[in-house]
């Protein structure tokens, strides 16, 4: 049960965007339109941002945008703020059971 | 306030048992499915076991198959994760989650595990 495939780091000066990838194969993100991202603080619980691919759960600011192409969903973050320094993990279901990819620290410069 | 709070975490021996819970209030607890997640220390997030809101269905990780067990008490809001066989990679803080639309939209502040001798 291979975790999906996510960049280690990604960094972006404010307000400016950044893309995080999260690579799976066709029997996880490929089939199905289940794909979540949550953010993650230091010694904090996840935060669902986005899920069913491309939907953002209430309160959620709208700079936060997913995306998937194939085996492949992306997570897109516009005019980077500060607080968005932190873990971004993705996840996909996989047909009774989830698997999550191994997360991206993003840095705001 | 829709939450839930995950206890009974602790230091447990190589082999041996804990059981976890997690007190869901603030919304209609019997209508969701749920989930366990865990994070060992410094690393990523883990599934590792599901559950309908009335219990017909339940999933596990290979991880953990056949040594942790899944269950709920609709009528306490309350999820539970007994964990048995228990071993050094099983170290991990345990949170519990609840399921919309399969993902994971409420999340407690963890319970931690820690397996040593």
Known sequence: QSALTQPASVSGSPGQSITISCTGTSSDVGNYNFVSWYQQHPGKAPKLMIYEVNKRPSGISNRFSGSKSGDTASLTISGLQAEDDTDYYCCSYAGGRWVFGGGTKLTVL | ?117
């Open chain 2, 1 to 117: 306030e829709v939450q839930v709070v995950e206890s009974g975490g602790g230091l447990v021996q190589p082999g041996g048992s804990l059981r976890l819970s997690c007190a869901a209030s603030g919304f209609s607890f019997n209508s969701y499915s749920m989930n366990w997640v865990r994070q060992a220390p410094g690393k990523g997030l883990e599934w590792i076991s599901y559950m309908t809101s009335n219990s017909g269905r339940i999933w596990y990780a290979d991880s953990v198959k056949d040594r942790f067990t899944i269950s709920r008490d609709n009528a306490k809001s309350s999820l539970y994760l007994q964990m048995s066989s228990l071993r050094a990679e099983d170290t991990a803080m345990y949170y519990c989650a609840r399921d919309k639309d399969y993902a994971f939209d409420v999340w407690g502040q963890g319970t931690m595990v820690t397996v040593s001798s």
